[in-house]
């Protein structure tokens, strides 16, 4: 099946959220700081929004350029706890819109407020179900944060990601296979994700400018001026190739069990026998490999397809049965009370996963 990956990007997103929480900076330049306290002004700008930009304003440039360039924007300190707040949210709702699957990822947060979406499944492969689908993920994270984000979609990671920057802020973008020539080869090198500025001096100096031009440059040249992984990887990324699949952020293993209730139902007698049976796969599994946990997830897909998690962290590592099924059952009933869709499939999955060390403790005996 043609694979789909969708790839969002919060629009000036810590100025965004600055604006909403306070109606009144509408219509100003607005212009986020990481203040160093040293004295007024003396930091970095963080992000500033679309109006501060015309101004000539850019992330980095130190605060004092900014107040010369708009003395007029309002200057607002960054409050980065709260924005990973508005952000946990954002990639809950991302997250449900993501393929279900039991082995590999679906989804990939890669900063505070961009994430990659497997879409293959969801979507048949069809671009215009990706497109539609895309819409959705707006109009939700529109409706319930009141913030608005740019979509790119395409057959991988690196052609969504910068597809999704084609049209901001509020765009949406999608570039099917039979359009990655048109996208990519007019561009300039440096455009392509992954190449920076050490990158495309060293290809400039070898006439390599635009996209194009790495695509039809002999890749035994590009190998020995780059090694062999990265220079294979110049010219399949020229034509828009690239397999990478979604990683989970922090890289930490879970281990995790899903299945299909027998029927659609928010009815706690037909949903509990189901999670007892996969918590305890998830525990044998962890026993076989000496294996303790400290975060429970348990996940639930209803009957409209769409899947939501809720996590718990216990305050230490263990590897009981017990403490498993309860952590489970809790979070199943939180969700039961607040759902009014019926589940069609539930899972259990364990995470901070740690080798149980040494001998054995006197409980075990
Ligand atoms: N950020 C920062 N310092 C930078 C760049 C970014 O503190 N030099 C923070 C503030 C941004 C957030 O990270 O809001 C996301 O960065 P982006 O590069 O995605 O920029 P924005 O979301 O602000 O704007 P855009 O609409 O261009 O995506
Ligand atoms: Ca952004
Ligand atoms: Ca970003």
């Known amino acids: 099946m043609q694979r789909v990956v969708l790839h969002v990007d919060m ?19 607005v212009v986020v700081c990481m ?3 040293r004295s007024e002004l003396s930091g970095a700008v963080s992000t500033c929004n679309y109006i501060a930009r ?19 924007a309002a200057f607002l300190p960054v409050r980065k706890e709260f924005y990973t707040l508005v952000s946990d949210r ?16 679906a989804f990939e947060q890669i900063s505070i407020d961009e994430a990659f979406l497997e879409i293959t499944e969801k979507t048949g492969g069809d671009f215009s179900l990706a497109f539609e689908l895309g819409m959705q993920i707006k109009n939700e994270i529109k409706e319930k944060e009141n913030l ?39 561009l300039k090198v440096s455009k392509l994700w992954g190449i920076g500025d050490v990158t495309a001096g060293k290809l400039q100096e070898m006439g390599i400018v635009k996209i194009k031009d790495l695509a039809e440059h002999d890749v035994i040249d590009l190998v020995s001026a780059f090694g062999k992984p990265r ?24 281990i995790g069990r899903i299945a299909t209730l027998p ?14 049976r996969l918590a305890g796969d998830v525990i044998s599994k962890l026993n076989s490999r000496e294996l303790s946990f400290r975060t429970v997830t348990v996940t639930v897909i209803n009957s409209n397809f769409r899947m939501y998690t809720k996590s718990r962290t216990l305050n230490h590592p263990i590897s009981s049965k017990e403490v498993l099924l309860e952590a489970a059952h809790e979070i199943m009933s939180e969700f039961l009370s607040e759902s009014h869709v019926e589940f069609r499939r539930v899972g259990v999955r364990v995470g901070d996963l740690q080798k149980i060390k040494g001998q054995k403790s006197l409980f075990d005996y």
């Open 231 to 254: 220079g294979i990887w110049l010219k399949q990324a020229a034509v828009g190739v690239d397999e990478s699949p979604l990683k989970e952020r922090e890289g930490s293993e879970q």
């Open 54 to 72: 015309g101004f000539g304003i850019r992330s980095g440039m130190p605060c004092s350029r900014a107040k010369k360039l708009n003395p007029e």
């Open 11 to 29: 629009d000036y997103f810590f100025a965004a959220i600055e604006e909403r929480e306070n109606p009144e900076l509408r219509g100003k330049a």
């Open 263 to 276: 029927e659609d139902t928010l009815d706690v007698q037909l949903i509990s026998p189901l999670l007892d």
């Open 90 to 105: 954002v990639m809950e709702i991302l997250r449900s819109y993501a393929d279900v699957r039991e082995n590999g990822e």
């Open 35 to 37: 203040l160093s306290g």
């Open 148 to 186: 608005t984000c740019s979509v790119g979609i395409g057959p991988n990671k690196l052609i969504s990601k910068m597809a999704s920057s084609v049209k901001k802020p509020d765009g949406i973008t999608a570039v099917s296979p039979d359009k990655l020539e048109s996208f990519l080869w007019p």
